[in-house]
T-cell receptor, first 115, second 112 residues
Framework: GAVVSQHPSRVICKSGTSVKIECRSL??????MFWYRQFPKKSLMLMAT?????????EQGVEKDKFLINHASLTLSTLTVTSAHPEDSSFYIC???????????FGPGTRLLVL | LAKTTQPISMDSYEGQEVNITCSHN???????ITWYQQFPSQGPRFIIQ???TKVTNEVASLFIPADRKSSTLSLPRVSLSDTAVYYC?????????????FGTGTRLKVLA
């Protein structure tokens, strides 16, 4: 089946620093990737839609200057949490759409802890 | 965009068949129905996807009635390792633009 990877799987950083999370589709090309955030025992919350070669589309309430998204190639999207604060601590999950199958495949997630 | 409604939780015993139903009353013509399984601290894992009628793979079956306003995920003979949260997702591509919304999910607990 289709594989999506995320790196790092876990990161701890100090308040005020920036953190970059990578999302890669390993065996298919993805013109569209999504970034989600998930709090404990809650459902996934869509943050933004990342389209290759164009600007990301952010959901209402998500600060685009806070969560920078770059989708520079058909297999890689990055999410940068800028000037991270403790309230940004969460589980971040990316997904990539396999257009041939019309199916969304998810990465394993990245646990971010901001101290 | 179709909103999905699922039972919050279900309990079952090992070896039983489990059916989880998802309601999506305002599903659009082009929408696909996809089910995912999620374990704690992991990303959702694809289980099965369908558009209409019945789809079966090695792990599950998906039943979709003719009006497509609901769908049922069927897990045959569950084991303890099937304890997880199951999400129904409805979405589509329109001119290359994708849109999906996650529902609350169903927390399945399999008991020995």
């Amino acid at each position: 089946g289709a594989v999506v990877s995320q790196h790092p799987s876990r990161v701890i950083c100090k308040s005020g620093t920036s953190v970059k999370i990578e999302c890669r589709s390993l065996d298919f090309q993805a013109t569209t990737m999504f970034w989600y955030r998930q709090f404990p025992k809650k459902s996934l919350m869509l943050m933004a839609t990342s389209n290759e070669g164009s600007k990301a589309t952010y959901e209402q309430g998500v600060e685009k200057d806070k969560f920078l998204i770059n989708h520079a190639s058909l297999t890689l999207s990055t999410l940068t949490v800028t000037s991270a604060h403790p309230e940004d601590s969460s589980f971040y999950i990316c997904s990539a759409v396999d257009r041939l199958q019309e199916t969304q495949y998810f990465g394993p997630g990245t646990r971010l802890l901001v101290l | 965009l179709a909103k999905t409604t699922q039972p919050i939780s279900m309990d079952s015993y090992e070896g039983q068949e489990v059916n989880i139903t998802c309601s999506h009353n305002n599903i659009a013509t082009n929408d696909y129905i996809t089910w995912y399984q999620q374990f704690p601290s992991q990303g959702p894992r694809f289980i099965i996807q369908g558009y209409k009628t019945k789809v079966t793979n090695e792990v599950a079956s998906l039943f979709i009635p003719a009006d497509r306003k609901s769908s049922t995920l069927s897990l045959p003979r569950v084991s303890l390792s099937d304890t997880a949260v199951y999400y129904c997702l409805v979405g589509r591509s329109t001119s290359g633009t994708y849109k999906y919304i996650f529902g609350t999910g169903t927390r399945l607990k399999v008991l020995a």
